[in-house]
């Protein structure tokens, strides 16, 4: 099974800045099937990110994802307000499909 | 548009099962496996295993072997999982997530969720 850790824990941000979210697997992820969601209160999680650096369907370009192997990253250029959330990583190239255990970004 | 729609919140005593449906619409229901998660109060999410519309075959995570069971049932383009023998740590909000494309996906759209708490 690979394990999925992500850091920080929480980051505490204002917006307009950079965020910058890590996620590293205990072994390497098959073709990059890395993806990345955001989770609202409340709300079921939301795919931003699949296959490492794509964006999907609707998600504004301030999302960015980059990595390969064993070390990935989400990186949001500018935070908007409704960016403050907790983000999951996910590899979906192996059984059992594991996710991290989340990234909160909260406000400064 | 692809929409998973899913069953009420549901109350359950231990030891007893519970089954959540997830409706689809808006794509060819056969064509895309299912998948199952779970997220239990103020956690992470969880895998529980996937079901492949088409032929009725499943995976299940190991931990839910021969505790769950995913089925569906096509006339209705419903998937459906059942958890048997709860326990109040399966207490949760459960999750069915539509695999994005076909093979290797990641998963899209999600349902919106179906709280279940299992108290005495």
């Known amino acids: 099974e690979i394990v999925l850790t992500q850091s920080p824990g929480t980051l505490s941000l204002s917006p307009g800045e950079r965020a910058t979210l890590s996620c590293r697997a205990s072994q390497s992820v098959s073709s990059s099937y890395l993806a990345w969601y955001q989770q609202k209160p409340g709300q079921a999680p939301r795919l931003l990110i699949y296959?490492?650096?794509s964006r999907a369907t609707g998600i504004p370009d301030r999302f960015s994802g980059s990595g390969s192997g064993t070390d990935f990253t989400l990186t949001i250029s500018r935070l908007e307000p409704e960016d403050f959330a907790v983000y999951y990583c996910q590899q979906y190239g192996s059984s059992p499909r594991t996710f991290g255990p989340g990234t909160k970004v909260d406000i400064k | 548009q692809v929409q998973l729609v899913q069953s009420g919140a549901e109350v359950k005593k231990p030891g007893a099962s519970v089954k959540v449906s997830c409706k689809a619409s808006?794509?060819?229901?056969?064509?895309?496996?299912m998948h199952w998660v779970r997220q239990a109060p103020g956690q992470g999410l969880e895998w529980m295993g996937w079901?492949?519309?088409?032929?009725?075959?499943?995976n299940y995570a190991q931990k839910f072997q021969g505790w769950v069971t995913m089925t569906r049932d096509t006339s209705i383009s419903t998937a459906y999982m059942e958890l048997s023998r709860l326990r109040s740590d399966d207490t949760a909000v459960y999750y069915c997530a539509r695999a994005m494309v076909r093979g290797v996906s990641p998963f899209d759209p999600w349902g919106q969720g179906t709280l279940v708490t299992v108290s005495s």
């Open positions: 079901i492949n519309p088409n032929s009725g075959g499943t």
């Open positions: 808006g794509y060819t229901f056969t064509g895309y496996y």
């Open positions: 296959g490492a650096s």
